[in-house]
């Protein structure tokens, strides 16, 4: 069996971490973007459709936005694997987000002498101390 290397983390300064910290998106495609986001910005749902129809994503007539009932039907039109496929990835997705919420819940133990637990509660900000600690 083979042990990986350990890793030394370096100690960072804030400013040095936000240094490192690289674009969400590069700057070669943002220059490709910024005129379609400033067209849509000005014209609106005529731009996005003009651009999708463009780009190969939107026929020409078709509607922007589908509504539930035409969801429906296309999801009823496909054949049954692929239907099936898509309700098993749904299932799963339920699922996984359900665990997560439920991960989420105040908690309150008794222990002798009162109580102890957590509880989640939305913060505007929030720090972190750690005095002396290396890592």
Same mark, same amino acid.
Request: charged share 25%; aromatic share 2%.
């Given at each position: 069996? #083979?042990?990986? !290397?350990?890793?030394? $983390?370096?100690?960072? +300064?804030? =400013? *040095?971490? /936000?240094? %490192? %910290?690289?674009?969400?998106?590069?700057?070669? +495609?943002?220059? *490709?973007?910024?005129?379609?986001?400033?067209?849509?910005? @000005? %014209?609106?749902?005529?731009?996005? @459709?003009?651009?999708?129809? @463009?780009?190969? &994503?939107?026929?020409?007539?078709?509607? $922007?936005?589908?509504?539930?009932?035409? /969801?429906?039907?296309? $999801? =009823?039109?496909?054949?049954? =694997? *692929?239907?099936? /496929?898509?309700?098993?990835?749904?299932? @799963?997705?339920?699922?996984?987000? *359900?665990?997560?919420? &439920?991960? /989420?819940?105040?908690?309150?133990?008794?222990?002798?002498?009162? #109580?102890?637990?957590? !509880?989640? =509660?939305?913060?505007?900000?929030?720090?972190?101390?750690?005095?002396?600690? !290396?890592?």
């Amino acid at each position: 069996m #083979s042990l990986a !290397r350990p890793v030394k $983390l370096a100690r960072l +300064t804030p =400013e *040095q971490a /936000l240094a %490192r %910290r690289g674009a969400p998106v590069d700057e070669a +495609t943002l220059a *490709q973007v910024a005129p379609i986001v400033a067209d849509v910005r @000005r %014209r609106g749902d005529a731009a996005v @459709r003009a651009h999708a129809q @463009r780009l190969g &994503d939107l026929d020409e007539g078709a509607p $922007l936005v589908i509504a539930r009932d035409g /969801l429906v039907a296309a $999801l =009823e039109r496909l054949p049954i =694997e *692929q239907h099936q /496929l898509l309700e098993r990835t749904a299932a @799963r997705i339920r699922a996984f987000a *359900q665990a997560q919420r &439920d991960a /989420l819940r105040d908690v309150v133990l008794p222990i002798q002498g009162g #109580s102890t637990g957590h !509880r989640f =509660e939305p913060l505007a900000r929030a720090g972190c101390y750690a005095p002396g600690g !290396r890592h």
